[in-house]
C-alpha cells in the first residue's frame, strides 16, 4: 500500500512538471512566432498570437492548482517540495512571457501599417534572437535538470540589456531625424522593451532552476546593465 502511494506521488510530480515543461514549449514557440511576425512584418502570424495567448493563462492556472493539491494532499518535503514550487512559480513566469508575446504581436498589427524601416527591424530581431536563445537555454536546463546551464543564462544576464540600450538609441535618433517616423518608432520601442522583459523572466526561470536543484537561493547580485524604461 506505501509503495503504491509513493509511486502515485511520483507520477503526480512527474506529470506537474512534465506540464510545465510543456508550457515551456508552448510559449517559446509564441515568443519565437512575434519575433518573426514583427521582423517579416506579417499580419496574419501577430493576429493568430493574440488569440492563442489563451492557452497558457488556462495552463498556468492548471498547473498552480494541481501544484496547490499536491502541496495539501502530499504534503511532500525537501527536493519534492521545490520541485513543486519550482514548477508553480515557472509556470507563472511562462504565463507573463506569453502577455509579452501578445503585447508584441499587437504592437506588429500597427507596425505593419507603417513604411518599413529594414535597420531597425533588422536591430528587433538581433534582440529577439538573444532573447529567444536564452529562454531555449533556460527552458532545457529546467527539463534537463541542469543547473550549469541554468547559471549560463544568469550571468549573461546584462546581454540583453545592452542589446536593448543600444536599440533604444538607434530609435531616438530615427525619430529626432524624422518626426514621421515617430508612431512606428514608439510602437518599435514598446517591442523592444517586451522583448527585454522577456529577458528578465528568462534570469527569474534560471534562479527557480538553481533553487530547485540546490536548495538555495542566489545571492550574488544578477550582472545588470541599467535599461532604459518606457
Known sequence: MNEHIVKSFED???TLTAECARMGGLAEA????AIHAVGKREQA??????ERDEQLDVMQRDIERRAIRLIALRQPMANDLRRTVAAMKIAAELERTGDLAKNIAKRTLVIV???PMQPLTRSLERLGKLVL???KIVLDAYTR???????TVWSQDD????HYNSLFRELLTYMMADPRTITACAHMLFVAKNLERIGDHATNIAEMVHYEITGEEMIQARPKT????V
Open 145 to 151: 535538470s541542469d543547473v550549469e546551464r541554468a547559471l
Open 12 to 14: 503526480e510530480l512527474n
Open 30 to 33: 509564441q515568443v519565437a512566432d
Open 45 to 50: 502570424l501577430a493576429a493568430g498570437l493574440v
Open 113 to 115: 501599417e507603417s513604411e
Open 159 to 162: 546581454e540583453v540589456d545592452e
Open 226 to 229: 541599467d535599461a532604459f524604461t
Open 133 to 135: 536563445t536564452r529562454l
